[in-house]
């Protein structure tokens, strides 16, 4: 069976300031990996998705993770954030249906 | 092009009655998956449909909840005697059908139960 942890329910920062939304996952298998992004009173949309090859995935929006196989980790990170990041950000997993995480929500804040 | 559409925007029922939710998908993907997404279970998977492959049923929470697809597009999920713990926004994706191709979802469909 598959899961994923988001370490942090929230995550406040202020603007122009760097984030880490952390993930961690488990699975018997390989799976790929994403990150959904949730706007206020929007639908779910893909950020990025680590399928193979180079660990460092860049995104929409500036956004980068890295997928680490031995610490079965998925960061996401952004060097510089916007008011207009402000969302809540889900981590998944998949071997066909998404298996998500609890999400993170990130408040930027002027 | 059209993305995922989900209908009704928002659907208000009393209890023990039965609703129907409707999602159109992206024209040409042959996946569709119902989701969940409530205050207390987060983002949970319902239901996976494949081409002309039975359906993925794993996540239904019990047997008062049912899917169809026809024609390989339009899909409806009932939920029938509709109970308080149902109220959720229901979260209907599509995608090209191998599980690397991302999921696009619609904007869902919010249920609350009275």
């Known amino acids: 069976a598959q899961s994923v942890t988001q370490l942090d329910s929230q995550v406040p920062v202020f603007e122009e300031a760097p984030v880490e939304l952390r993930c961690n996952y488990s699975s018997s298998v390989s799976v790929y990996l994403f990150w959904y992004v949730q706007y206020p009173n929007q639908g779910l949309q893909l950020l990025l998705k680590y399928l193979s090859g180079s660990t460092l995935v860049k995104g929409i929006n500036g956004f980068e993770a890295e997928f680490n196989k031995s610490q079965t980790s998925f960061h996401l990170r952004k060097p510089s954030v916007h008011i207009s990041d402000t969302a809540e950000y889900f981590c998944a997993v998949t071997t066909q249906k998404l298996i998500f995480g609890a999400g993170t929500r990130l408040a930027v804040h002027p | 092009g059209a993305g995922v559409s989900q209908s009704p925007s928002n659907k208000v029922t009393e209890k023990g009655k039965d609703v129907e939710l409707r999602c159109d998908p992206i024209s040409g993907h042959t996946a569709l998956y119902w989701y969940r997404q409530s205050l207390g279970q987060g983002l949970e998977f319902l239901i996976y449909?494949?081409?002309?492959?039975?359906?993925?049923k794993s996540g239904l929470p019990s047997d008062r909840f049912s899917a169809e697809r026809t024609g390989g597009s339009v899909s409806t999920l009932t939920i029938q005697r509709t109970q308080q713990e149902d109220s959720a926004v229901y979260l209907c994706a599509s995608s090209l059908g191998t599980s690397a191709d991302t999921q696009y979802f619609g904007p869902g469909t919010r249920l609350t139960v009275l």
């Open positions: 449909f494949q081409g002309n492959s039975a359906p993925d």
